[in-house]
Every structure is written in structure tokens, then in C-alpha cells.
């Protein structure tokens, strides 16, 4: 079993509070949401492993019984560019639950006209294989979101 953690510190909205229907119609996986305070932060690895994708605004690590956790920092970020997104991993690297991976700030995404919800998504899973699944209250970095089986 995987226990995914939050990446991020805020308000756990779940998919449905998503503003985008690819990612609250769980098209992408099932998983949650963070509304991230509005401050600068660092997104967090959510599982041990390795980073298999590594975008400014995005990152997926898969841990070692092969779970693909997709982080996606704000809704409609990829047109930021990578403008206020510091990648501070790289595509490859080994990674530990809770370590810094993207240095950002949501306030900025904000005043940019972007939503900077985050969904935080199991990747290629089913709904009925993720168990105590968050979907209200408030997140801080580190704690568990979600449990996969």
C-alpha cells in the first residue's frame, strides 16, 4: 500500500473543486485537491521515489511498487511558461516524501488569472483502490491525503 501525502499546505478541496473538467471528472485518475496558501512555497514529493516527469508547473514521481503520483501546481499553469516556478529536481532524480521539488508562489499564479488549485492525482488507479481519500478540511504539507492499495 502507498500512502500519498500532501505536497502542499492549504485547504483540501478534492477534484470536485477543481475548475477544470478533465481534472474534476477524474479523466486524469482519482485523487484530491489542495487550495495552497497564498504565500511563497515549496511543492513536496508526496511518495518516495522517482521523478518520471518534470514540468515547471507539474511533476509525477513514481514510488517503487510502481504508483504514479501526478502533482499539478494550479489549473491552466502550462501557459504560465515556467514564470515563477523554480524546478529545484530534475526528471530522474530519486526522491524523498517530502522533499522540496518546485519552489513557487499561488499568489502569483492568482494575479496572473490562473486558478492555483492544485490537483494532486494516482495515475493510471481506479477510485475504489484509493482509501481514506481527503476531500474537505485543511492539508499541511507532509500529512496523508490518500491511501492506495
Do not use: Y
Request: aromatic share 4%.
Amino acid at each position: 500500500m502507498t500512502t500519498v501525502t500532501s505536497p502542499l499546505t492549504g485547504l483540501v478541496v478534492g477534484l470536485a473543486g477543481v475548475p477544470d473538467p478533465v481534472f474534476s471528472g477524474a479523466m486524469v485518475g482519482p485523487g484530491t485537491a489542495i487550495d495552497p496558501v497564498r504565500r511563497p512555497t515549496e511543492a513536496v514529493a508526496p511518495v518516495d521515489g522517482v521523478v518520471v516527469s518534470m514540468h515547471p508547473h507539474a511533476f509525477v514521481v513514481v514510488d517503487a511498487e510502481g504508483h504514479g503520483v501526478l502533482t499539478h501546481l494550479g489549473i491552466d499553469t502550462v501557459q504560465l511558461n515556467g514564470e515563477g516556478f523554480e524546478l529545484l529536481v530534475n526528471k530522474g532524480d530519486t526522491v524523498a516524501r517530502g522533499q522540496a521539488v518546485i519552489k513557487w508562489d499561488p499568489s502569483t499564479v492568482e494575479a496572473a488569472g490562473k486558478s492555483p488549485i492544485s490537483p494532486i492525482v494516482a495515475l493510471e488507479a481506479t477510485p475504489d483502490s484509493l482509501g481514506d481519500l481527503r476531500e474537505d478540511g485543511e492539508a499541511v504539507s507532509g500529512e496523508p491525503l490518500f491511501s492506495w492499495v
